[in-house]
Structures are given as C-alpha cells and as structure tokens.
C-alpha cells in the first residue's frame, strides 16, 4: 500500500467521513504502485444500486491495515443480538423529523438533479458530536442525508459513536468495545463541545451545552437530556425514519465485522435497504456487510479507493460515489483534473472538507462551483442555504 495515500488517508480529519478516490484516468498526483489492490467487483450489487466511498479516516494507523487476517465467517449473528440488552433509549418523544411517506432512496436522491447536503456526524463544529440533538437540528435545516459512524458496545449494542473511546467529548473515559450500553448512555456528550471546538482548554462558560444531559442544567426548548447522550443507530433512525442515511462501520477485524451483522439487521428490520449507504475502511469488512445485505449500497475501503486515486484503477461495477477531501499535504486531491476524471468515469463526488477553514458559506459555494455534487460537512445549516442560492431555489 502507498504511503502516500494512507498518510493522506490517515491524517485527515478526526472529524469526518473519510474519503477515498478520484480519478479514472491518468489523476492529477504522483503515480504510485499499490500492493495488489482489490479490483474484482463484489458480486450481487444491485443494478441500480452502487457504491459510496465515505471511509473515515481517523483511527487508521499510517500503515497498511492489516484486512487480511480477518475471517469473514468466523463471526456468528449470535454474537450480536441486542433483542435481551436494557439500557436506556437516546431521544424518546422530543423533535422529529418532518411528516412524508418515507426516505428518498439512494437512487432518487442521486436523481435530485442537484447537490445534496449531508450532516456530517449530525454537524459536528455545529452542534455536539453524533448527538440526537445534534441530527435533529440537522434535519430541521433540511439536510438530504445524515452521516454515522457506528461500532459495537460490549453488550452488542450498534451505537453512534465515532472515536474508539469516550475521552474527547464526555465527561469519563470508556472504551466503547468495552462498555455496556447501560454506562455509556449515562455520560455527557456534550461536555467539551463550544462553538469553537471540541477541546478541553476553553472557560467553563463557553461549554454552552454542558449538564443538560445529567440534569445539571436545564435543556434547550424542545429537547430532553437523553438528546445529549451517546446514541443508539436504531433509535436514531426509528426517530427520523424519513432520513437516508451514509453510514460507516468503525474499526477492522472481527469487532468490525460483528457490528455489520448488526448494522445490516437494523437497516433491513427498518425498512432501510434502499435508503442506505455502508462503507468501512476495510475492504473485507466491507465485502463482509454486502455479503449480509447484497441489496444495500456499499463503499470501497482503503485499498480499492488507493488504487483508484493514485494509480486510476476504477472502482469495482456498482461502486459509483466518491467522498473526497480537497487537499492533503501537497497532494491536490480535487484538482480540476482529477474532478473532470472522476465524472468522466461516472462517478458521484462528496466532498469532506477536513479543515475548519473550509466550514464556511463561502467554501461550501465555491465547492458547489467547481461541481462536487454532494458536501458532506460540519455546519449543516450553512450548506443548505449554499445549495438553495447556487441552485436558485427559492428566490423570486
């Protein structure tokens, strides 16, 4: 595997779906020779029903994952039955999503024949991280899509979850694969978020949103303190079960693959199968979810979206949206060429911004301009209001 590519990979973001490639013909960076990518379409993809590339990045090492030493079929269903777990539920009977007869399928929502908006982590310099507040505000704002991370708790609960541990935005520090369900719904998962950051160096004034989650302070109007809480994916899309949802499954290995035994329960018991997009940065965890649930739309992982990047090997048939950062280091990840590549190939661009800088009304439109079809992005409010002014809709 390319250093290249997995230092751009790896680094980028703790924020965001990660992304992986562009290019189908020669791509606008360094060539770089990969080690055997997997090239071989995964088989029984539906016919109109292809792939997403929304691999994250964060808990990657800068080194090759080790994807194959997984045993696919060494995980049982068994090991992931929630039907027996009590632990508390995330967002009961406060804001829902707006009344329709169902979510957009992946389909019609590529056929909207515009950008779409995806609330990445429910907007996550917006509003706390992957919290039921977080995505309801972002359904308010009218996104097209809401953006997940997901992992397995100790009890086989799939929680929204992006980090490996709880340190960085509650008040403790549980390893999630560790916990049951029961404690880590108890923590606050809005304790270090300002409207700056994520980060712990700030006074205790700017932690606006602190202590609504334990009682200690009151919650905001229409919402209650399990809205603030770590969430379980199937109280989020029971609550918002108008919402088309892009989903990665965090981490490799068996871990990673029992959480896709889960995921593809919910999805299908839900109704969701048409309405979703699954992706993991490893490639066997990925073939390991459409084994499961051939009929719901998958993502490359990191070895077939490197060898697309670098080298313009295209992806698998059915694998049809790439979810890109702009720049990593030197390497211009959506330059013109490389944009102008990947729609040349037939591929769908969602741009991940993994800089703060890059959060802002005026980047979302100059994206909007240079053809991304999709932004994926941490102020969900702003990007609406960027898509209805380049598109027209709504002004006189």
Known sequence: MAVALITLLAACSSSGTDSTGTAATTPDTTVVTTESPRTTPITDAPESSQADTTTQATDVEATEPATTEVDTTAVETSQVETTDVAATT??????????????????????????????????????????????????????DMLDFDVQLTADGVLVVQH??????????????????????????????????????????????????????????????????????????????????????????????????????RILIDEGLADNAVVTSFDDLVVEAFHELAPEIEVTPGLNLSSAFILNGVPLPEGMRILQLPPIFGDIEVLSDKNI???????????????????????AYTEFLERGMDGLNINFPADGVQAVRAFTGEGSD
């Not at 982590?121 to 359904?139: C, I, M, N, R």
């Not at 009151?218 to 919402?223: D, E, F, Q, S, V």
């Not at 102008?340 to 800088?357: C, E, K, L, M, Q």
Request: charged share 25%.
């Open 90 to 143: 995330t967002g009961a009977d406060t804001t829902v999503a707006p009344t329709q007869d169902g979510p957009l399928t992946i389909q019609e929502l590529l056929d909207l024949g515009r950008p779409i908006v995806l609330a990445h982590a429910g907007g996550e310099d917006q509003h706390p991280h992957s919290t039921p507040y977080a995505f309801a505000e972002s359904v308010e704002a009218g996104v």
């Open 340 to 362: 102008a590549a990947s729609h040349a190939a037939g591929y769908v661009i969602w741009v991940w911004p993994n800089d703060r800088a890059l959060e802002n009304p005026a």
């Open 163 to 264: 980090d490996d541990d709880t340190e960085r935005t509650t008040n403790a520090n549980l390893v999630i694969a560790e916990s049951d369900y029961a404690d880590l719904a108890k923590l606050d998962n809005a304790y270090w978020f300002t409207t700056e950051c994520t980060c712990k160096d700030r006074p205790d004034s700017d932690y606006v949103l602190r202590g609504m989650r334990t009682g200690d302070v009151t919650p905001l109007a229409g919402y209650a303190p399990d809205d603030f809480a770590i969430p379980k994916f199937e109280d989020i899309v029971r609550r918002f079960p108008n919402m088309p949802v892009n989903i990665e499954i965090k981490g490799s290995g068996a871990q990673a693959i029992a959480a896709a035994y889960e995921l593809a």
